[in-house]
Structures are given as structure tokens and as C-alpha cells.
């Protein structure tokens, strides 16, 4: 008697549950939305926030992402006052990650947007914020959650490209700008050219 050969294991079900990331800290977000029927996430896009700006290790993004931002708190929150958005995930500082938003479906990260012939950036891609301010350098630790979050984002979905908000909104976005090592991304995930900016 021949016994049936087991199914190899399929090592993104311990990763992935529904969308969401095991090695991320789950922060639900209420913005989010269905994403178009028949859409494949095939971009990943990059950008850094911070809030205010250029102050770190606070939760006020997770509380902007969450729709619990206290205005009143700081000047610059007036000037964003009843913004709703939302990314799928958050690398802190200290290279700790925060998910908002089930990969499964639509955050609102980009905006006006379009790249590789497609508008719409928010219907197929994934958006990850880099805790830092456009055109300042990231740490070690962000790179190294970064590219472990990539590298297991590309064996779930068939990503084809690897943007800055700054390439999918050129003109009314600059982040994660030149600061943002590409070719240290590009380096630690093996990646070809052709997914990349």
C-alpha cells in the first residue's frame, strides 16, 4: 500500500492569519475599505511619518491612525485636524512594528496617486510608514524590521514593485526622500532593479 505523500507545510500560514502579521503589534485602525474586486497587491509603498514632526517615541501616530489624536495637543495637529488615514504597518525607531490595517484590505495611505500605469495606489498596494522626517536618515533597527517585513510581504503577495510615496505622488509628496537608503533595502532583500524605483 502506497502512503500518500503529507502536503509540505505552508510556512506563511504561522506568519499571516487574514491578512494580519504575526510579528506585528496589532493597533486596529477604523480607516480602511474593501479593495477592488479582482485587484492584486503588487506594490509596496514606502513613507515616513512622525508628529509632530521630527518628535519620536510618542503614540501620536497610533493615535492619528486610530482616529484618537487630541487635536489641542500640539500646534501642528490643528493644521491636520480631522484627517482620517491609515497605513498597514509602522516601523518605530527602535525597529518595533505596528499594524493597523489587515493586508487583505485597503488602508488609506496614498492618496492622489499613480505608478507603473495604475491610479489608485490604495486599491493594490500595501503602505508602511517608517517612523522620521522626509529627507533625515533612518536607523539600523527600522532597516532590519523593514526588510524582514518585505522579505515575508514578497513570499504572501505577488509584489512587483517598491516605491516611495514620494515616486507615486511626485510633486505633492517627498517622503521617505533622500534619506532612505535604497540600495540598502535592495541589498538586504536580493532584489532586481526592476522592483524598485
Request: one cysteine or more; hydrophobic letters at 35%.
Amino acid at each position: 500500500m502506497t502512503v500518500p505523500e503529507k502536503p509540505a507545510p505552508d510556512h506563511r500560514q504561522h506568519l499571516w492569519r487574514d491578512g494580519w502579521y504575526r510579528f506585528a503589534a496589532p493597533c486596529p485602525s477604523p480607516n480602511f475599505g474593501l479593495r477592488p474586486a479582482g485587484s492584486n497587491v503588487d506594490l509596496i509603498v514606502l513613507h515616513c511619518i512622525s508628529l509632530p514632526p521630527g518628535h519620536y517615541g510618542g503614540l501620536e501616530v497610533q493615535q492619528l491612525f486610530t482616529n484618537q489624536l487630541d487635536w489641542q495637543q500640539h500646534p501642528y495637529f490643528q493644521s491636520i485636524q480631522g484627517l482620517q488615514v491609515s497605513a498597514h504597518f509602522f516601523i518605530q525607531r527602535d525597529g518595533c512594528l505596528v499594524q493597523f490595517v489587515s493586508c487583505e484590505h485597503r488602508a488609506w495611505h496614498a492618496g492622489a496617486s499613480s505608478y507603473r500605469g495604475r491610479s489608485n495606489c490604495n486599491d493594490d498596494s500595501i503602505g508602511i510608514e517608517l517612523e522620521g522626517l522626509d529627507g533625515e536618515p533612518f536607523d539600523a533597527a527600522q532597516y532590519a524590521t523593514l526588510s524582514a517585513l518585505c522579505a515575508s510581504i514578497l513570499q504572501c503577495y505577488p509584489v512587483a514593485h517598491i516605491a516611495g510615496h514620494e515616486h507615486i505622488a511626485p510633486g505633492r509628496k517627498r517622503d521617505p526622500g533622500p534619506g532612505f537608503d535604497w540600495q540598502r533595502l535592495q541589498n538586504d532583500l536580493a532584489l532586481s532593479d526592476s522592483l524598485l524605483p
